[in-house]
């Protein structure tokens, strides 16, 4: 009867070869197990939170203008883009697979506009008529076939306009929430309120002017007593804006700004101001 001696060089070799054969196996097991069933397809792409602007495009290496005073941008929203290219705006889903971009659904207004802006904003959609590559980062571009364009984050290109010092002038009164009306502000008249450092505020409705106490917080404005010229203001148009101002710029109220556009809202009501 053979006893149990030593282990021989060959038990040990083969010892060896199966500890490493279950130690290769428990990393497949483990990274199984990490994976819980992920899905690696296309992904939404619900990180990108970004409005793009263009700020160069070739094509087929040379440059290409926009039209004069025209401007692209390219705003992801959850699984939403936006596009407007000086005319209509276009939009539709996207799914983005590392820097593959696909868009579908892409469909557009009909605005009346100048015939070079329409044809802009139709070679615009013929980008995305195919997968084209969005590279994000410093140096964000998005290539479609032999165009390229150059993009810029639009908080760097044109940041949003602090609410303190600056002048913010009328520029629409809305009513009725999503369901409203939008008027613009009477020809001639012209109302703006700034506010200033220590919670003060200058108002001027297009016919009295005031200075008073404003409030702010993150989102909100409390609005305090203010004074006024009282003038009468015989021009057309004049009461309509003094009527709102005095419905919305009372009690507390939201605000929110975006680049040159301060929105004042108090219940079903708000006021649109663009910087001056």
């Known amino acids: 009867m053979r006893g149990f001696g ?37 992904t939404a792409g619900n990180d990108l939170d970004v409005t793009y602007v263009v700020t160069g495009v070739t094509v087929g290496g ?5 039209v004069a005073g025209s401007q692209i941008r390219l705003t992801f929203d959850g699984d939403r883009l936006g596009i407007t290219a000086g005319c209509n705006t276009m939009g539709g889903t996207y799914t983005l697979d590392g820097t593959r971009l696909r868009v579908s659904d892409l469909a557009m207004t009909e605005m009346g506009c100048e015939a070079a ?14 997968d084209v590559q969005l590279t994000a980062g410093t140096e964000p571009t998005l290539i479609s076939g032999d165009v390229v364009l150059t993009l810029a984050d639009r908080e760097q290109v044109s940041p949003d ?3 303190l010092g600056t002048t913010w002038t009328l520029d629409a009164i809305g009513v009725g929430g999503d369901e409203g009306a939008v008027s613009s502000v009477p020809a001639g008249v012209v109302a703006t ?9 200058q108002v001027r409705d297009g016919c009295n002017g005031g200075d008073g106490a404003a409030a702010v917080a993150e989102d909100t404005i409390t609005w305090g007593d203010r004074s006024s010229d009282l003038r009468a203001c015989p021009e ?6 003094v009527e709102a101002f005095a419905a919305v710029l009372d009690g507390t109220t939201t605000f929110a700004i975006e680049e040159k556009s301060l929105t004042i809202t108090r219940g079903d009501r708000f006021l649109s101001f663009r910087a001056e």
């Open 117 to 130: 802006l329409i044809e802009q904003d139709t070679w615009v959609v013929g980008l995305f008529e195919r």
């Open 193 to 201: 309120v700034r506010f200033g450092a220590g919670g003060t505020v």
């Open 236 to 241: 057309p148009g004049i009461a309509t804006v």
């Open 161 to 163: 306009k602090p609410l």
């Open 62 to 66: 040379a440059p290409h203008a926009l």
């Open 6 to 42: 030593r282990p021989t060089a060959m038990t040990n070799l083969r010892l060896l070869a199966a500890s490493l054969v279950f130690a290769v196996l428990g990393l497949v097991l483990l990274s199984c197990g990490d994976r819980g069933g992920a899905d690696t397809g296309p």
